[in-house]
C-alpha cells in the first residue's frame, strides 16, 4: 500500500465530513515524526558525525605528526585501522545500516593509505594512479554493499581518476572529449540505478541520490558546450550536442512520468544557461547583456510558473 501523505489527507478532508479528531490521528500515525524515528534519526546523525570526526582526527593525526612518524608507523596504522574497519564489518553483521557506514569510513581510510604510501615512498606516479588504485580497491565494496553514500564517493572517484588521466597521460585527448566522457559515464551511472532495481531484486536507490547524479551529468554537459561555443569545429563537442538533447529528453519525459519536478527543473534550466552563453559568445555589448538579463528572468519566470502548476496538478 502506498504511503499517506499529507496533500492525500487534506484532499480527503477537503471533499468529505472526515471528522477533525480522525485527522488528527491520521496526521500522527502517518505523517508527524514519532519519538521512535526521531531517536533513529539522531542515533544515526551521531554515528555519522563521530565516523566522520574519526577520519578527519585520523588525517589531522598524520598531517601534524607527519615529521615525527617512521614511515613503517604511518602506513602499520592505516592499515591497522583499515584491518579493524573490515572486521568492524564483519562483526556487526545483524546491524546493515552500520555496516554501511563502517564499510564507507574504511574506504576514506584506503584512500589516506594510498596517499601516505607515495609520500613515503615517492613512488614518482602520477596522481590519477593513486585515485585509479583507490578506486579499484573499492570497487567491491561499493557493489557489496550498494550504499548510495559510498556509491557518491565511488562515482566521483571514478570522475577524478578520468580528469587527471586526460591531464597527465592522455595528452591526445581533447577538452570536449573529456566533458563528452564524463557526460557519458553519469548518465550510464544514472540509468544503472534507475533501472536496474526493476530488473533485479536490488533496493531501489534514494530520491537525493539519483538527484545527484542527475546535477553532476547535466553540469558536465552544461559546462562542456559552455566550454565548446565559439572555438572552432570538434568532433565530440558536436557528439556532445547531439547526445545533450537526447538525455534531455528523455530527463524531462522521465520527469513527466515519474513526477519528478527535479528533473523538469535542472533541464531547463541547463539550457537557460547554455542559451544565454551562446549569445554571450555572438557579443558582448550593453545592448546584448540587456538582452540575456531579461531572457534569463523571463525564462525562469516561465518555469517557475510552469513547475507550480505541474504541482498542482499532480496533487490534484
Not at 89 to 101: E, N, S, T
Not at 119 to 131: E, I, K, L, P, S
Request: no cysteine; net charge positive; hydrophobic share 55%.
Amino acid at each position: 500500500m502506498p504511503k499517506i501523505t499529507r496533500e492525500d489527507i487534506q484532499i480527503i478532508t477537503k471533499h468529505s465530513n472526515w471528522p477533525e479528531n480522525s485527522v488528527a490521528k491520521a496526521l500522527k500515525n502517518h505523517v508527524y515524526t514519532g519519538k521512535k524515528a526521531w531517536h533513529r534519526f539522531i542515533s544515526l546523525f551521531l554515528l555519522v558525525l563521530g565516523v566522520s570526526f574519526t577520519v578527519l582526527g585520523i588525517i589531522f593525526f598524520f598531517a601534524y605528526n607527519w615529521d615525527k612518524l617512521h614511515k613503517f608507523i604511518k602506513i602499520g596504522i592505516l592499515e591497522g585501522l583499515v584491518i579493524i574497519g573490515v572486521l568492524g564489518v564483519l562483526v556487526a553483521q545483524r546491524k546493515p545500516l552500520i555496516q554501511r557506514i563502517i564499510l564507507t569510513a574504511t574506504t576514506m581510510l584506503v584512500g589516506v593509505l594510498y596517499a601516505v604510501f607515495g609520500q613515503v615512498y615517492q613512488t614518482g606516479a602520477n596522481a590519477y594512479d593513486f585515485f585509479l588504485g583507490w578506486t579499484l580497491f573499492v570497487t567491491v565494496w561499493a557493489i557489496v554493499s550498494n550504499f548510495p553514500p559510498l556509491w557518491v564517493i565511488y562515482i566521483a572517484l571514478v570522475n577524478i581518476t578520468v580528469v587527471l588521466y586526460a591531464e597527465q597521460v592522455a595528452n591526445d585527448w581533447s577538452e570536449m572529449y573529456v566533458f563528452a566522457l564524463l557526460f557519458t559515464i553519469n548518465v550510464l551511472f544514472l540509468v544503472l540505478f534507475l533501472w536496474l532495481p526493476k530488473f533485479l531484486p536490488l533496493k531501489v536507490s534514494p530520491v537525493w541520490f539519483t538527484n545527484v547524479l542527475a546535477l553532476t551529468a547535466i553540469a558536465f554537459s552544461t559546462i562542456g558546450i559552455i566550454k565548446g561555443i565559439g572555438r572552432g569545429q570538434d568532433v565530440f563537442f558536436n557528439v556532445l550536442l547531439i547526445m545533450t538533447p537526447v538525455v534531455y529528453g528523455l530527463g524531462i519525459w522521465y520527469g513527466l512520468v515519474m513526477k519528478r519536478g527535479f528533473y523538469l527543473a535542472i533541464v531547463p534550466f541547463s539550457i537557460i544557461i547554455i542559451i544565454s552563453a551562446f549569445l554571450l559568445n555572438e557579443s558582448d555589448d550593453a545592448g546584448m547583456l540587456l538582452t540575456i538579463g531579461v531572457f534569463i528572468v523571463t525564462a525562469v519566470t516561465f518555469l517557475i510558473r510552469f513547475l507550480n502548476q505541474i504541482q498542482k496538478k499532480w496533487a490534484s
